[in-house]
């Protein structure tokens, strides 16, 4: 038969350890990514016009049950927001949910892509890495106000508790 052709056997994944970084040894980002094949999954997004597009859906949607209820969203600000707010929470509920059920694994972004895992990994390091920089630069920055904040905390777990002491049990 013409259609028997074996696919070639995938080179198995290369941990990235065997990978050259140039970093120390307790790199947080290679041994995140050591663990890609078992750990890593990609998730699909909606964005752009879909998220405009499905908000609008169900804004209308809101608006006319509400109408059917006897309550019109253009004549109350509140029920507005309402209709809004809601109509982003079932949008969310949807790509989130869609994204859920259709989560890729490396190996099989590999197949769709037909680039090699490790070079999909190297561009995944190299974020990572900025990433946790980033956020260890911030919290950094910030160390020093964590004894006032810690203080003003302190005071206010103080200040409840004095409170509660003094209000009457109800019961």
Known sequence: MANDKKKPAQAP?????????????NDIAKTLLDRAPQDLVFKMSFVGQSQHLLFNHFRQLISEEMKKQGLDVEQDSLLGLFAESHAAELREFVFTGVALQHLFHLKELEG???????????????????????????????????PT???????????????????????
């Open 149 to 171: 904040m810690l203080t003003t905390l302190e005071k206010l777990k103080d200040q409840q508790k004095i409170k509660n002491e003094q209000e009457p049990e109800t019961k």
């Open 112 to 146: 769709l892509s037909g680039e090699a895992s490790s070079l999909i990994l190297v561009d995944i390091w190299d974020t990572l890495k900025s990433y946790i920089k980033t956020a260890e630069d911030q919290f950094k920055s910030q160390a020093k106000e964590l």
């Open 13 to 25: 994944h290369k941990p990235l350890t065997s990978i050259d970084f140039n970093q120390q040894d």
